[in-house]
């Protein structure tokens, strides 16, 4: 074989090797980028997820803090002393501070009984009848509390008739489990001792337009009429009316008349 046919067989030879080196040097160069890429692709949607659920996270505390309101009271608690029970009622400057039971047969139990032990009791309960609803979604909701035990019950609501107190205490709460009801006190006035569920149709819108007039300019001179509101009263409202007696005067009621302003959810 002559030199120059061995010297073209050692170029065909390096040529090859070449040839496979470059091939295995472009796998080798595509493997690497690729899990190059793929990595910091991880890595980046990894980061990307823990972002994410950090701003849910944060988003979640910031529509509970904005959405939920404080509620103080242990339902579960008083559910279990009285399954009557169903609300609580709080007017601030007054004594009233009370849970709100609402008996399922007598709408009269709860004027002679405790709330907590269903005993016998000369100052009753604070309680609704059953002519109203549970929920406060009623046109008119009626609360009756008894007055001259002391200042226990619906006693306090008579500061309401000295204008100063009145002008400086211009709201009161109802809770419910997760609910917060808060209303604007509209007035606080002497009234007769008509029985208001009984008396006044409420579903009938002209006889409630009726009444919300009335109680926004009540014909009595023991009255105190809120300059707080922004608007007329009109048929959407809802109303919650604490009555209560006066002393040595059976024939006649004071009742405090709220409007609901803010339905809250609780924790």
């Known amino acids: 074989m002559s030199d120059n046919i061995k010297n073209e067989e050692q170029d065909e030879k390096k040529r090859k090797k070449g040839l496979i080196f470059l091939i295995l040097s472009i796998v080798v160069f595509v493997i690497v980028a690729s899990v190059y890429a793929g990595y910091q ?6 980061v990307q997820q823990k972002e994410d659920v950090a701003s849910s996270i944060a988003a979640t505390t910031v529509a509970v803090d904005e959405e939920l309101a404080e509620n103080p009271i242990d339902f579960k608690s008083l559910k279990h002393r009285n399954n009557d029970i169903y609300a609580w009622l709080k007017v601030p400057g007054t004594k009233v501070d009370y849970a709100v039971a609402q008996h399922s047969e007598d709408d009269y139990f709860y004027l002679k009984h405790d709330v907590y032990s269903k005993q016998w009791s000369s100052s009753g309960a604070v309680y ?9 979604e009623d046109r008119v909701t009626v ?22 107190f009145f002008k400086k205490h211009g709201k009161f709460y109802i809770y419910m489990p997760n609910r917060k009801l808060t209303y604007r006190i509209v007035s606080a006035f002497k009234f007769d001792d008509r029985h ?7 579903n009938n819108t002209k006889v409630f337009e009726d009444f919300l007039k009335m109680i926004q300019s009540p014909d009595t001179n023991n009255k105190n009429v809120s300059t707080a509101l922004t608007r007329e009263l009109n048929k959407d409202d809802k109303i919650v009316v604490l009555s209560t007696c ?3 005067q059976k024939s006649n009621r004071y009742l405090v008349c709220g409007v609901l302003i803010k339905d809250e959810q609780t924790n």
């Open 196 to 202: 208001i569920l009984n008396c006044f149709d409420f």
């Open 246 to 248: 006066f002393t040595n």
């Open 143 to 164: 609360l009756y509390g008894h007055n001259g035990y002391g200042d226990s019950m619906f006693t306090t609501l008579h500061y309401f008739e000295d204008s100063d």
């Open 41 to 46: 692709l991880f890595i980046h949607y990894d």
């Open 128 to 136: 609704a009848e059953m002519g109203n609803t549970n929920t406060f």
